[in-house]
């Protein structure tokens, strides 16, 4: 059982802040990842859990137990690093033994959970090779071998895909998901990429510069973002935001190019229109709806994206059927689909919930 609370916790360079107060409950046997921009602070947030670095304020519990003074070896927490971070004179037994040894475990134990956990990696015909010897896809399964075999209450994954190329991106994170099924432990990944985080995660944490943005599970991210920082970082390609006005029933760019009918509309007179490309459907010509001309297409084979510059400037992606053809510079039509439609606000960028009509 790991059940981890942060309370208030606050991180200090001199005079710099990058941590602004982390309120966080994760619990046991969930997958928990940290997403969000380079220098948002989620590396650090994840190395204030290890004890790897003092935390400037507030507390960090694990299972009730306050961690704030405890080192890191005592902890229980097993981290592996976005460098490998192997002994290069080592051998994968050795590595793999190494902290297992630390931990005052005899020979025959050490030896069980090393089999145990080569078994799970596939790593049985590595076990004498060095690092210098192992592809990038090999060296991060001995990695998390390594931290295995501590048997650790938690795990902590610091961006371990973000050296491998993209078919082994692919294959290590299917064995990272496989893994956490297999073994059931508390984990907490750090990513910069949400693909990675949409994945893997039971519940993501998104943040942004030292704070966090909103937690939650994949699909209540995606669906319902509580704001557009969310709503532009969760979902590819990002989601589009219009600034428009009402007019009528219907909402017009702020520009007063076009129009659309989406019904169900938050109060106010004027606010950000957040539109995926799933929500988007494109008409060749001119007709009732947002001008736009078409920029470029990327044909995915199963589908296809088509990007278009509004009337404003704002280039919009659209998905469309494979089959169907757009030519750059050609003129179209956008028109949404009411129900999949987002709204925030102008101001500060915070979710707005339509009214029904009266």
Do not use: W
């Not at 290590?172 to 990675?196: F, K, N, P, S």
């Not at 039509?333 to 915070?350: I, M, Q």
Request: aromatic share 6%.
């Amino acid at each position: 059982m790991a059940q981890l609370s942060l309370r208030g916790i606050k991180k200090r360079f001199r005079n710099t802040e990058v941590l602004h107060g982390i309120d966080l409950e994760i619990g046991d046997r969930e997958f928990v990842v940290f997403v969000g921009p380079s220098g948002c602070g989620k590396s650090t947030l994840l190395r204030l859990i290890a004890g790897l670095d003092p935390m400037t304020d507030g507390e960090f519990l694990l299972n009730g137990q306050r961690m704030n003074e405890v080192p890191p070896s005592r902890r229980g927490i097993a981290m592996v690093f976005q460098s490998y971070a192997l002994y290069p004179h080592m051998d994968v037994y050795e590595n793999m033994a190494f902290g297992a040894r630390l931990m005052g475990l005899d020979k025959a134990e050490v030896e069980r959970r090393i089999a145990e956990t080569t078994r799970m990696l596939r790593l049985e015909e590595l076990l004498q090779r060095k690092p210098r010897e192992l592809s990038g896809g090999q060296r991060q399964r001995v990695a998390i071998g390594r931290a295995l075999v501590r048997k650790p209450e938690v795990f902590l994954l610091d961006e371990p895909l973000s050296n491998l190329d993209a078919a082994l991106r692919s294959e290590v994170r299917l064995e990272i998901a496989r893994l956490h099924h297999d073994i059931g432990g508390t984990m907490i990944y750090v990513t910069h990429d949400q693909v990675e985080a949409m994945t893997l995660a039971d519940k993501i944490v998104v943040m942004n510069a030292g704070r966090i943005e909103q937690v939650g599970s994949p699909r209540e991210l995606y669906e319902t973002p509580a704001n557009t920082f969310v709503a532009t970082f969760i979902g590819s390609p990002r989601m589009t935001l219009l600034d428009v006005t009402r007019k009528d029933e219907r909402l017009a760019m702020a520009d007063g190019g076009g129009g659309v009918a989406v019904g169900a509309l938050p109060a106010g007179s004027a606010f950000r229109l957040g539109l995926r490309s799933d929500a988007v459907r494109l008409a060749k010509g001119q007709g009732e709806g947002f001008a736009g001309q078409v920029v470029y297409t990327e044909y995915l084979g199963d589908n296809a994206y088509v990007y278009v510059r509004l009337a404003d400037g704002t280039l919009l992606a659209a998905r469309t059927a494979p089959n169907d053809s757009f030519a750059p510079d050609e003129t179209v039509t956008v028109t949404v689909n009411p129900a999949s439609v987002h709204f925030f606000s102008a101001e500060d960028g915070r979710r707005l919930t339509p009214q029904a009509a009266e």
